[in-house]
Nanobody, 126 residues
């Protein structure tokens, strides 16, 4: 069982930045590909970004078109945390952001992920 805990959300003005963190309680997630998803009120959960398991020091990342060039996903060297650096935030980025883990390899589909955190709220004011 993998328990994921997100942090770093908050209220920020448009154009600002936030850095989300996701840690796994009591273990590393070196065997897992990791994803970030978000869900705004009244909308379905949508893909934000995903990062592969490490192959040596090489990781592969994917991004939704809506965040490409603004958000960056990364993993720490000890594979105990995954981060989402969010720059140039827009009001439409407002949502609850979720971290997720999968053994299947990175994917934009939330159905491929086995473990989810509780989410952290990001609110971007105009």
């Amino acid at each position: 069982q993998v328990q994921l805990v997100e942090s770093g959300g908050g209220l920020v003005q448009a154009g600002g930045s936030l850095r989300l963190s996701c840690v796994a309680s009591g273990r590393t997630f070196s065997s897992y590909a990791m994803g970030w998803f978000r869900q705004a009120p009244g909308k379905e959960r949508e893909f934000v970004s995903a990062i592969s398991r490490g192959r040596g020091n090489t990781y592969y990342a994917d991004y939704a078109d809506s965040v490409k060039g603004r958000f960056t996903i990364s993993r720490d060297n000890a594979d105990t945390a995954v981060f989402l650096q969010m720059n140039s935030l827009k009001p439409e980025d407002t949502a609850v952001y979720y971290c997720a883990a999968t053994l299947r390899g990175r994917s934009p589909s939330p159905y491929e992920y086995d473990y989810w955190g509780q989410g952290t709220q990001v609110t971007v004011s105009s």
